[in-house]
């Protein structure tokens, strides 16, 4: 699509896959935190099921998870960064799908999205997280990573691709209320400043919350 202007996320992330890719399939080997709360959530999810990684990107993580013994699919909206996650990473399994529609057939054992949740708008949040409650077995468990604050940011431009993308940071606060809200028990939140010319200049968030068999039978 090179030469038309993108108007969504799917086209955008089209438009941008190969520069992606080349910028980001390698970041976790800079960042250790990161490394060690994936290894926590392949502790807990490890031979129980299923497990999604949404906005799958290049499938970095979903080849991290994967190497660590999850029965993992990566998703990606944009059919273009599928084709890189699946030429990038042999033996993993991707598809292209959305976060917002997962398959009601298949119950999880876990949901992973990191960086994934910031195109979907606030007032979406809490049925998006309800979804994916009810797509978890009971126990299963959801980790999610995002940039604090409380600005959107629009980008018509990124490293030199047209695109057409909004970028929304959350207070975990308000991620913790709209897990809540949807029947997640939230276990954990951490915060952390940013690997220095590694990454964005922004503080993180993570969270990890749980599918308890009482939030899943309401």
Known sequence: MTGD???????SYDQLAKEYTARIAGELAHKPFDREILDRFADLTRGAGAVLDLGCGP???TRYLADRGLEITGIDLSARMVEEARALNPGVRFEQGSMLELDPAVGLAGIVAFYAIIHIPR???AAMFRQWRDRLLPGGHVLVAFHIGGEDRHFDELWGEP?????????PSDVEGWMTDAGLDVIETLEREPYPDVEAETRRAYILARNSESARNR
């Open 59 to 61: 499938g970095h993580v």
């Open 163 to 171: 695109v057409a993308l909004d970028f929304l940071f959350f207070e």
């Open 5 to 11: 202007r993108p108007t969504d996320v799917r086209s």
């Open 123 to 125: 007032e979406r949040q």
